[in-house]
């Protein structure tokens, strides 16, 4: 059965990925890179590698190679992005800080966001020893982290309009990732429960390293949050349209 990652983007073309990150990529795996000279022999390991797929005798990418490789996602899918917000109170209607609305392949848009949260996220100061200072961000860096990458990965890719948004508020830090949870996935069980709904983006980001394949991640969060007194909720939203993953100060809780 087709993935829906694995699906081919019917208006893009073999040329509309970007050979030289498919490179990158593969180095980092331990792997010979692609000959960019041969065409026909490049064509043929990048639909090994699943970044195409053949339809009809036509070579196309598919939305997971796109998505990871291509050299403008958001030209064929303008809502598989991130939206930042850091607002000045505890709601929209707060003064504005900053927003900023990220595109680019999966690995961009993750680092972009970290890096948009630490730009806005408040620090505070603890005297190591009586002598100097150490900055420490209010909520877990690496937690975060992990919250944008379970979003990036995780996320609904069939809900069309809709982006994953991060918010940043005075009391409190969300990241809202498009749809419900998959299969038999629940609140109560998804922390010892493993199941990927977009299989070949996993597979693409656990080769960049930002996640591992025995689906910890969301465990791992919920850890570090603990170890720092920082409260990690995990919810939907009513209508069960949003998975919400809510870091704020006081007791953690489900």
């Given at each position: 059965m087709l993935q829906f990652d694995e699906t081919p983007v019917i208006k893009a073309s073999s040329d509309s990925i970007e050979t030289s990150k498919v490179n990158e990529y593969l180095l980092r795996l331990g792997?010979?890179?692609?000959?960019?000279?041969?065409?026909?022999?490049?064509?043929?390991?990048?639909?090994?590698?699943?970044?195409?797929t053949e339809v009809d005798e036509t070579i196309l990418p598919s939305i997971g190679g796109i998505l990871a490789f291509g050299k403008n996602p958001?030209?064929?899918?303008?809502?598989?992005?991130?939206?930042c917000g850091a607002y000045r109170g505890n709601d929209f209607l707060s003064d504005t800080?900053?927003?900023?609305?990220?595109?680019?392949?999966?690995?961009?848009?993750?680092?972009?966001?970290?890096?948009f949260l630490k730009l806005t996220t408040p620090q505070w100061q603890e005297l190591e020893g009586g002598i100097r200072r150490?900055?420490?961000?209010?909520?877990?860096?690496e937690a975060i982290r992990?919250?944008?990458?379970n979003a990036v990965c995780h996320r609904d890719y069939t809900i069309i309009g809709t982006a994953i948004r991060v918010f940043l508020f005075d009391d409190r830090l969300e990241i809202r990732s498009p749809g419900t949870?998959?299969?038999?996935?629940?609140?109560?069980?998804?922390?010892?429960?493993?199941?990927?709904?977009?299989?070949?983006?996993?597979?693409?980001?656990?080769?960049?390293?930002?996640?591992?394949?025995?689906?910890?991640?969301?465990?791992?969060m919920r850890r570090l949050c603990e170890e720092n007194g920082i409260a990690c909720g995990l919810s939907l939203t009513p209508d069960n349209s949003e998975f919400v993953v809510t870091f704020g100060m006081g007791p953690v809780r489900n």
């Open positions: 792997q010979s890179p692609l000959d960019e000279e041969n065409k026909k022999g490049l064509i043929q390991e990048l639909v090994n590698l699943s970044i195409l958001q030209k064929y899918f303008p809502s598989y992005n991130i939206m800080v900053r927003e900023n609305d990220l595109t680019g392949t999966l690995d961009e848009l993750i680092e972009d966001a970290i890096a150490k900055n420490e961000y209010l909520y877990p860096i992990e919250g944008i990458v949870l998959p299969n038999t996935l629940t609140l109560d069980n998804m922390l010892y429960r493993q199941f990927t709904r977009n299989q070949m983006i996993a597979s693409f980001l656990t080769g960049y390293g930002y996640m591992e394949r025995r689906g910890k991640g969301v465990l791992r």
